[in-house]
């Protein structure tokens, strides 16, 4: 599977949209982005997943450029309990899921 | 749906012990997976099972087996505990892995002392 790149961390004001980037200009045609997130030690938790659309749902939206090399996870409206690691994974279904490093997402009040 | 079940929650062994991890999801998912996660680092994969039977390795699978035979339980045993081991160990299910995202357990602590 194709890899990403992530910041290590970002800040964000809380009410305020957190907006987090991921590069994967090597993804394939048949690989989907994923978003996971890692609130403190919990087990991570599924956010949200695309393959060339726009997606939206009760947690977050995902825009993918038109080329499919980088995305945006977006979370509208920031509270302190979106404190997390975020991770970003291209994924086939093909192999495994794999995680990488992620980025830190601190909600500042 | 109790989802993912993890046991036990911690554990501590001596050098040289062996266990099992357990881990039962009531999904019917037929995707399962084994992740360890070291002090402020990523998940990494020990092992996984696309099925009743079925297993693989991951990136990490030395020191550990399992074996999936029900679609429910997907239990990991460290053969020979050492503190290289010690580690927060997550399990994980899925539907159909690309249409559906992995539900993960909460995880089981271990220390190796």
């Known amino acids: 599977d194709a890899k990403t790149t992530q910041p290590t961390s970002m800040d964000c004001a809380e009410g305020r949209a957190a907006n987090l980037p991921c590069n994967h200009s090597?993804?394939?045609?048949?690989?989907?982005v994923y978003w996971y997130r890692q609130i403190h030690s919990q087990g991570p938790q599924y956010i949200i997943h695309?393959?060339?659309n726009n997606e939206t749902n009760e947690m977050a939206s995902l825009i993918i450029t038109e080329d499919r090399k980088s995305s945006t996870l977006i979370l509208p409206h920031a509270t302190l309990r979106d404190t997390a690691v975020y991770y970003c994974?291209?994924?086939?279904?093909?192999?495994?899921?794999?995680f990488g490093k992620g980025t830190r997402l601190s909600v500042i009040a | 749906n109790a989802g993912v079940t993890q046991t036990p929650k911690f554990q501590v062994l001596k050098t040289g012990q062996s266990m099992t991890l357990q881990c039962a999801q009531d999904?019917?998912?037929?995707?399962m997976s084994w992740y360890r996660q070291d002090p402020g680092m990523g998940l990494r994969l020990i092992h996984y099972?696309?099925?009743?039977?079925?297993?693989d390795q991951g990136e990490v699978p030395n020191g550990y087996n399992v074996s999936r035979s029900t679609t429910e339980d997907f239990p990991l045993r460290l053969l020979s505990a050492a503190p290289s081991q010690t580690s927060v160990y997550f399990c994980?299910?899925?539907?159909?892995?690309?249409?559906?995202?992995?539900?993960f357990g909460s995880g089981t602590r271990l220390t190796v002392v």
């Open positions: 994980a299910s899925s539907q159909d892995r690309l249409n559906y995202g992995y539900t």
């Open positions: 695309g393959l060339k």
């Open positions: 994974i291209v994924f086939s279904g093909n192999t495994p899921l794999v």
């Open positions: 099972s696309v099925g009743a039977g079925i297993t």
């Open positions: 090597t993804i394939s045609g048949n690989e989907y």
């Open positions: 999904m019917n998912h037929e995707y």
